[in-house]
T-cell receptor, first 112, second 113 residues
Framework: QQPVQSPQAVILREGEDAVINCSSS?????VHWYRQKHGEAPVFLMI?????EQMRHEKISASFNEKKQQSSLYLTASQLSYSGTYFC?????????????FGKGTHLIIQP | NAGVTQTPKFQVLKTGQSMTLQCAQD?????MYWYRQDPGMGLRLIYY???????DKGEVPNGYNVSRLNKREFSLRLESAAPSQTSVYFC????????????FGDGTRLSIL
């Protein structure tokens, strides 16, 4: 079942912060975060593992609450280059190589 | 560094025609995947191959077939294209372990008239 992402879209001024949430109805082994710019392929940002630590990629960080089956992506002091669509992809407790289930995405627009 | 290479990049078909989308990776990855992306739907898994010699259905396999030709190559075939298969198709690969990212190709934009 697809994880639910919120919000669906957000518009920020450069330098502002944003939080994107990803919630699943099933127990998770990992949550992957990707960013996709228009007309391009998704680009990997980070993975949050069950029992793992909060991760960071430049000024973007993420957390994973295993009990709530939720992950949040935190963008601080946003830059114009952060614009795009952010997707979470979840992996069940079976782990392994059977693919990710992606949310519908969150559109992020950064204005100067 | 090529990574994941998909061909063709664009294709227009007529309803009922057949076509094979090609995907190759040069990262020695065990696992490969085919996703389709439709507006507002995110990425949905069509088929995957956990390792050479194996393939399995994903969330939306109807109307598609796949072949894992060797460790590098994983093709997706539409036997009789339908307008509902108009989409952007992405191939991805990973080492197969749960803590490793998936690497995506640039996509194939397919229109069925």
């Amino acid at each position: 079942q697809q994880p639910v992402q919120s919000p669906q879209a957000v518009i920020l001024r450069e330098g502002e912060d944003a939080v994107i949430n990803c919630s699943s109805s099933k127990a998770l082994y990992s949550v992957h975060w990707y960013r996709q710019k228009h007309g391009e392929a998704p680009v990997f940002l980070m993975i949050l593992l069950k029992g793992g630590e909060q991760m960071r990629h430049e000024k973007i960080s993420a957390s994973f609450n295993e009990k709530k089956q939720q992950s949040s992506l935190y963008l601080t002091a946003s830059q114009l280059s952060y614009s795009g669509t952010y997707f979470c992809g979840t992996e069940g407790l079976g782990g392994g190589a059977d693919g990710l289930t992606f949310g519908k995405g969150t559109h992020l627009i950064i204005q100067p | 560094n090529a990574g994941v290479t998909q061909t063709p990049k664009f294709q227009v078909l007529k309803t009922g025609q057949s076509m094979t989308l090609q995907c190759a990776q040069d990262m020695n990855h065990n696992s490969m995947y085919w996703y389709r992306q439709d507006p507002g739907m995110g990425l949905r898994l069509i088929y995957y191959s956990a390792s050479e010699g194996t393939t399995d259905k994903g969330e939306v396999p109807n109307g598609y077939n796949v072949s894992r030709l060797n460790k590098r190559e994983f093709s997706l075939r539409l036997e009789s294209a339908a307008p509902s298969q108009t989409s952007v198709y992405f191939c991805a690969s990973s080492s197969g372990r749960g803590n490793q990212p998936q690497h995506f190709g640039d996509g194939t934009r397919l229109s069925i008239l």
